[in-house]
């Protein structure tokens, strides 16, 4: 079946601009998290939804970033007045949950963000 | 707060060579730990997952893992590698309390040389 998709692959912006980066997870899967990885550096926790929730969003580094999964599937990450530090593959991972349980993540490609 | 250390940024082996890829996570709670491996050009998937039981554990093409409670290591191994290995490596850990949040090493990157 089709794993977790993520639009768009690449995204050029300048800074101060608005952006929004889609997440497409796993058909069924209620869980599904954001991640930013800057070069060199691992996935660094944004947040993640149990269904339509944010359950945890501690992740987010400025009130400039903001998340949705307005029903339950697809989720869109916006990031208001971009700057240049903001630049990062963002990576988006969802699983399915087990007896309430948080199981394997299964992650999609990445959008990389580039603000010049 | 969870903090993932991975001891080795660059590993450079030969084919057949055996692999030890350090991985320390600081906090006293209950976790689950995960290796993720990252093929050039692809993105990241599970390599193995500990839970509980067992603390040695399995994953797919010959790797395996160690627990080591006491330690707070999660060491990756492979007897012997091949050049389709080469790849990065990340180890992460998840509090078993907030299962929704892990937090990752900043990786390992593996060359194997034909």
């Known amino acids: 079946g089709a794993g977790v998709s993520q639009t768009p692959s690449n995204k050029v912006t300048e800074k101060g601009k608005y952006v929004e980066l889609r997440c497409d997870p796993i058909s069924g899967h209620t869980a599904l998290y954001w991640y930013r990885q800057s070069l060199g550096q691992g996935p660094e926790f944004l947040i993640y939804?149990?269904?339509?929730?944010?359950?945890?969003d501690s992740g987010l580094p400025n009130d400039r970033f903001f998340a949705v999964r307005p029903e339950g599937s697809v989720s869109t990450l916006k990031i208001q007045r971009t700057e240049r530090g903001d630049s990062a593959v963002y990576l988006c991972?969802?699983?399915?949950?087990?007896?309430?349980?948080?199981?394997?993540?299964?992650f999609g490609p990445g959008t990389r963000l580039t603000v010049l | 707060a969870q903090s993932v250390s991975q001891h080795n940024h660059h590993v450079i082996l030969s084919e057949a060579a055996s692999l030890e890829l350090g991985c320390n996570y600081s906090?006293?709670?209950?976790?689950?730990l995960f290796w993720y491996v990252q093929y050039p050009g692809q993105h990241l998937q599970l390599l193995l997952k500990y839970f509980s039981g067992d603390p040695l554990v399995k994953g797919i093409k010959g790797f395996e893992a160690e627990f080591i409670k006491s330690k707070f290591s999660f060491n990756l191994r492979k007897p012997s590698v091949q050049w389709s290995d080469t790849a990065e490596y990340f180890c992460?850990?998840?509090?078993?309390?907030?299962?929704?949040?892990?937090?990752f090493g900043d990786g390992t990157t593996l060359t194997v040389k034909p």
């Open positions: 906090y006293g709670g209950t976790v689950n």
């Open positions: 992460a850990v998840r509090d078993y309390t907030n299962a929704g949040k892990s937090t």
């Open positions: 939804f149990q269904g339509t929730g944010a359950a945890d």
């Open positions: 991972a969802s699983s399915p949950l087990v007896g309430g349980m948080h199981n394997e993540q299964f």
